[in-house]
């Protein structure tokens, strides 16, 4: 997912690669996942309160907005209707919700219609206190 929003986001929504992978795995439903995902991603960033970070196509690594959409896009999936409140409040300026979050939720149901699905995103609470570990280096002779 995180490869097609950077092909969109670099202009190359038609890319002949990306069309393959989708028809590949949705079969008929590829052209309108796609849709599904252009149509987000447009929400998204019309509604966005500041300019996200996307990665380059083929680079390794997320960005920390890529997070966000990638833990707002499991909450739309798994229910987690506080979660997707908060990440959706996050990233989307207000009054803009209603677009962005419909959007999410037509992509969603596509994306589970193709038998994509993403996992609740798990959190960890933070220690009590630091842990420092005391590391001795060996006496020099």
């Known amino acids: 997912m995180v490869w097609t929003w950077r092909k969109f986001v670099a202009g190359h929504a038609d890319c002949p690669v990306l069309a393959r992978e989708y028809q590949r795995f949705a079969g008929d439903e590829a052209p309108a996942l796609l849709g ?61 919700e209603p677009a962005t979050l419909g959007a999410l939720r037509m992509l969603s149901e596509r994306l589970a219609g193709c038998g994509v699905k993403l996992p609740q995103a798990s959190y960890a609470p933070p220690p009590p206190r630091a842990m420092l570990e005391v590391v001795r280096t060996a006496a020099r002779m």
């Not at 599904?36 to 300019?51: D, E, I, K, N, P």
């Not at 959409?69 to 990440?87: C, P, T, V």
Request: charged share 20%; proline share 2%; glycine share 12%.
């Open 36 to 96: 599904a995902f252009g149509a987000f991603l447009q929400a998204l960033g019309y509604g966005s309160r500041r300019m996200l970070a996307i990665g380059r196509p083929h680079c390794v690594g997320l960005t920390a907005d890529e997070q966000h959409i990638l833990r707002l896009m499991a909450a739309a999936q798994n229910g987690e209707d506080a979660r997707l409140e908060a990440h959706l409040c996050w990233l989307v300026k207000a009054g803009h």
